[in-house]
């Protein structure tokens, strides 16, 4: 819990500390690369140079985007608790069950699959989803009667009445609810320390961005009260990684320091830390995020690389195309010249006959041998050389068409998960176009199935530790069992053991040499005589 007043162990040194170490963890090549590489390719998505570039391009990162989104998640994901021994212990089985509900429970009332899909989105976008989950516990404030004083020790005219009866009475924090929510992050407000791959990751720092009241509320009125209001959204990291970032907010990291077992939070414009202890949240992992859900990554870093990026150079020359292929259709009109002279030859009736709605008239032409025949100079009319246009116009669509066959096939889109299909092919060949798109689309859904079991697997810790009995009972709408049914439910399973070893085969015996003599079977004994 935040305290009223400064920590005097958070010093100077431990914020310049982690603030250095979170700007240089963000200053790296490989992370300034990306994000550089992320802030074009969100532009391209949104298509942000439609309001100033007058210039005609092709959308290729948005269809394959739409294509690709529900390819890979569509469904809410469900969690699936299991014994990791199928044991008949009636007490695993039932706690498995409740843990289930619970967890699906949490998942539909806090609705995750919001939050999932701002993670798909990145993930599929930037190649670097994250989500992390949080206990979030309301407390209530009650009076609770402690006793009454003598009424007739107090005068009632005196004012030190009331404040006897106000010393009887002990306000009381209870829990009201307990919950866990999924909250996802912006790429810019998740940072960890430089590492070659996920295992050597150190810490973790968190943004967010809070109000005066939110400050208060947090960390005390001292400490909340002395905070510089710097994220403003014209400050904040330039206007680039939060371009909508209201104003009137503190930049807050919170810092999860697996080396050290510990959480901090800092704030740039504040010399102290503003508060740290141990993990308020125990996990296996320490994090209380799962590993991003990552796009392509190598062995030795840990800079994602977006999937637009492997079709880009084709993608650059798909909008070259496009561009060109617009600017020879406006070279696809009926343009032609005559000779000008004096009237009478001509020159008004073929400009009347070129009007816009002239049409099923006759024309009357003055001194028709020289319109008809032009004299030594050939046809009084000609005409622009459209036909050459139209070829230049048709290798430009094929060579466009095959730029983007070559895109589909880097990006693994087959014709088949597109509803394009050659009618001319047989079932064979599009069950092999099938195939093959679902293959390579297959690691993209197991990242993402990945992500969503690791958020199940934490939502279940905090289920498991944080919350109180009667909370499980009344999510998973089931009653904890009594011990008089875990004692019954423990003999019926040591009954059950015995009748299966009772009815087990029993190995032969073999006679032989050495071998114990086998005793007949016993003789059955007599039932009496029935009348």
């Known amino acids: 819990m935040a305290d009223d007043t400064p920590d005097d162990s958070g010093k100077d040194s431990d914020v310049a500390h982690w603030l250095t170490e979170i700007e240089r963890a963000q200053n790296t090549t490989a992370m300034k690369r990306w994000e550089e590489r992320c802030r074009k390719i969100r532009d391209k998505y949104r298509y942000e140079a439609s309001a100033t ?23 809410p994901p469900k969690g699936a608790v299991q014994q990791r021994w199928k044991d008949r212990d009636p007490v695993a089985s039932k706690a498995t069950e409740m843990l289930q509900r619970a967890i699906n429970f949490t998942f539909e009332a806090n609705d995750y699959m919001s939050k999932f899909l701002q993670v798909r989105d990145d993930y599929l976008l930037y190649a670097r989803g994250i989500a992390r989950v949080k206990y979030s516990p309301v407390f209530d404030t009650v009076t609770q009667e402690a006793g ?20 009887y009475a002990s306000p009381q924090t209870i829990l009201k609810s307990e919950n866990v929510v999924l909250e996802y992050y912006q790429r810019g407000d998740f940072v960890h320390s430089i590492s070659r791959t996920w295992d050597e990751v150190e810490w973790e720092a968190f943004r967010g961005y809070l109000g005066r009241d939110q400050l208060i509320n947090r960390f005390g009125k001292e400490i909340g009260g002395a905070i510089p209001l710097d994220a403003t959204s014209d400050e904040s990291d330039k206007g680039k990684n939060n371009p909508s970032l209201p104003t009137s907010k503190a930049t ?16 740039k414009g504040y010399p102290k830390v503003l508060e740290r202890g141990p993990p308020y949240l125990k996990f296996d992992g320490f994090f209380p995020n799962p590993k991003p859900a990552y796009g392509t990554l190598t062995n030795d870093s840990l800079e994602p690389v977006p999937d637009f990026i492997f079709y880009k150079d084709q993608a650059d020359e798909v909008d070259m195309l496009t561009a060109r292929i617009a600017s020879l259709q406006q070279s696809l009109k009926f343009v032609g010249f005559y000779p000008a002279g004096p009237e009478g030859e001509g020159q008004p009736a073929v400009e009347r006959a070129m009007q816009p709605g002239f049409e099923n008239k006759l024309i009357a032409v003055k001194s028709w041998a020289a319109f008809v025949d032009g004299g030594k100079n050939g046809a009084p ?7 050459q246009v139209a070829n230049i116009l048709k290798g430009c669509v094929d060579l466009r068409k095959q730029l983007i066959e070559d895109i589909y096939q880097i990006y ?31 690691t993209r859904q197991d990242e993402m199935a990945r992500f969503a079991r690791d958020v199940t697997g934490l939502v279940g810790e905090v289920i498991s530790t944080c919350f109180a009995p009667e909370t499980i009972m009344q999510m998973a709408n089931m009653p904890l069992p009594s011990q008089a049914e875990l004692d019954a439910a423990a003999l019926e399973q040591q009954r059950q053991a015995l009748i299966a070893r009772a009815l087990a085969p029993q190995p032969p015996q073999i006679a032989g040499p050495g071998a114990p003599a086998m005793l007949p079977p016993p003789a059955p004994q007599s039932m009496g005589a029935v009348t």
């Open 252 to 267: 807050i990291w919170e810092i999860w320091d697996k080396v050290r077992n510990e959480v901090l939070w800092v704030a």
């Open 53 to 75: 570039v007058k210039k005609r391009g092709y959308q290729m990162l948005w269809s394959n985007m739409e294509t690709m989104k529900p390819a890979v998640m569509s469904k």
């Open 412 to 442: 693994g889109l087959s014709d088949i998960m597109r509803g394009d299909g050659d009618a001319s092919e047989t079932a064979t060949a599009q069950s092999i176009k099938a195939q093959y798109g679902s293959v390579r689309i297959k």
């Open 381 to 387: 009319i000609t005409y622009l050389p459209i036909d």
């Open 148 to 167: 009454q004083p003598d009424d007739a020790a107090i005068d009632p005219a005196n004012d030190l009445a009331e404040q006897a009866k106000e010393a």
